[in-house]
């Protein structure tokens, strides 16, 4: 009886990480139908990002859909820049790791939105399409 008392957090466990695994599928499969629309697009734990044309739509996933949606034109932005927590640095200059990484931008009407990023590499990539996207706009 004692080794089965042993064995019930185990099983705990197990259940949990079946379920957050079926939960993850479950955003993955919202977002794929959501992404649709878009040139490109991308999906990470803490926001999804869309692009068509120079419109940019991101917002946070569930597995219904995304939700609190935003939307913003390149054609309004004065600069695109990379938050590493507290401060910004260029596109061109990356760190090698941060462990709090945004894009930043920061519109004509002097407001700055961020949209979150895990990793730094898939932040500096997007960073630099949608720099070159926004300079192709602004020509």
């Avoid at 940019?56 to 939307?71: A, F």
């Avoid at 938050?83 to 596109?91: A, I, N």
């Amino acid at each position: 009886m004692v080794r089965g008392l042993l064995w019930l957090p185990l099983l705990a466990v197990f259940c949990w990480l079946a379920w957050a695994g079926w939960n993850e599928y479950q955003k993955l499969e919202a977002y794929r139908a959501w992404a649709q629309q878009f040139d490109h697009a991308k999906y990470d734990i803490y926001a999804v990002l869309g692009q068509k044309g120079l419109e940019l739509t991101w917002g946070k996933p569930t597995r219904k859909g995304p939700i609190d949606l935003r939307t913003l034109s390149l054609r309004q932005v004065q600069a695109i820049r990379l938050r590493l927590g507290d401060q910004t640095v260029t596109l061109d200059h990356p760190p090698e790791s941060a462990t709090s990484v945004a894009l930043e931008f920061q519109m004509q009407s002097s407001e700055a939105v961020t949209i979150p990023f895990t990793d730094l590499a898939l932040a500096v990539q997007w960073g630099n399409h949608l720099q070159q996207d926004w300079q192709q706009g602004q020509a």
